[in-house]
């Protein structure tokens, strides 16, 4: 049985207002201003290593998931997360 390098990361969305309650210093993300958000700018998501959520994860009132790595990846393929490309060529 092959292990994938992400078997063990999981991810959590949520609110972007939440941001403030993350520490950096427990998830894989390096700070506030560099996390991925949605088109509309009103989700973002953060991952950690090993099958604890980290305290201020589970702590957030808006949160979505915990995802494996295949669930976060067709979530992060949708519209919500991905802006359609222009099919006009200027």
Known sequence: MSHDLYDHRHYMIFNVSELGSID????????????????DETKTFVKWEGDTIPE??????????????AE????????EWTAPMNEEIA
Do not use: D, M
């Not at 950096?24 to 088109?39: H, M």
């Not at 201020?56 to 790595?69: D, I």
């Not at 976060?72 to 519209?79: P, T």
């Open 24 to 39: 950096f210093e427990v998830v894989l993300e390096t700070s506030a201003e560099t996390v991925r958000k949605s088109v």
């Open 56 to 69: 201020c994860v589970a702590n957030l009132t808006t949160k979505e998931g915990p995802y494996g790595h």
């Open 72 to 79: 976060i990846l067709e979530i992060l393929s949708g519209e």
